[in-house]
């Protein structure tokens, strides 16, 4: 099993750590808010090609981005990792708000190894489920996206696309129509790390432009002006 710790907390994290991995699981982990949410990003990424979904281990309070913020913003991204959320935190409204925020399970501290574990081992089987569920081909009008092989191709023709420009390509053909802010995609393809003045989203969309919509085809990446980008095939 792949599982992602986002504690701050050093003393819980380290247990965790070493614990899940006596147990024989891949761990990873993460002592701040804006690092989780980048790292979880990637390991959606990665679980959408290898089939290997990670589970997330959510604190509720960490530095620069709280849990709950943080499992908002995966959902509303359509990111569908399970996630068990820790805190110390017990009352019932504290884990109905992390439940409706898109939490699978909730756990207050301090808690039992055995049931953490059990816990994760249950969410591990469902996100294995929905793993099986996901299109490992995504297509828009005659473009067409191939997890597995991780190649574009428009009207049959193969696309010469860099990792990054498929990274972009992926995130936009995963809901197609939806508005991508520059923010949004800034974070998803280069990660939390990136400077947020930086024009690389702006470089890198007049590069899959030039790519996909060329040669008087039905262009299907589209301008926002002041908001952001969307991939769509428009009628007509």
């Given at each position: 099993m792949n599982i992602l710790v986002i504690e701050d907390d050093a003393?819980?994290?380290d247990f965790l750590g070493r614990g899940l991995r006596a147990e024989g699981h891949r761990v990873e982990q993460a002592a701040t808010g804006p690092e989780g949410l980048a790292m979880a990003r990637q390991a959606a990424r990665a679980a959408a090609t290898d089939g290997q979904p990670t589970v997330l281990v959510l604190d509720l309070m960490l530095p620069g981005m709280g849990g709950l913020e943080i499992c908002q913003t995966l959902r509303a991204e359509g990111v569908a990792l399970p996630i068990l959320m820790l805190s110390a935190l017990g009352a019932v409204e504290d884990r109905v708000a992390g439940l409706r925020l898109g939490a699978d399970d909730y756990l207050a501290k301090?808690?039992?190894?055995?049931?953490?574990?059990?816990?994760?081992?249950s969410l591990a089987r469902r996100g294995r489920e929905l793993a099986r569920q996901a299109p490992n081909r995504l297509e828009v009008a005659d473009l067409v996206f191939d997890r597995e092989r991780m190649q574009a191709s428009r009207g049959g023709r193969p696309l010469p696309l860099t990792a990054k420009e498929l990274a972009l390509l992926e995130l936009m053909m995963s809901a197609p129509g939806r508005l991508f802010s520059r923010e949004r995609i800034l974070a998803n393809v280069w990660g939390a790390s990136e400077d947020p003045l930086t024009n690389v989203v702006d470089v890198?969309?007049?590069r899959l432009r030039s790519k996909i919509d060329e040669?008087?085809?039905?262009?299907l990446i589209?301008?926002?002006?002041?908001?952001?980008y969307r991939l769509e095939a428009l009628a007509g």
């Open positions: 003393r819980i994290a301090p808690f039992d190894f055995e049931e953490l574990l059990a816990r994760l081992e890198y969309i007049r040669d008087g085809v039905p262009p589209h301008t926002v002006r002041g908001l952001g």
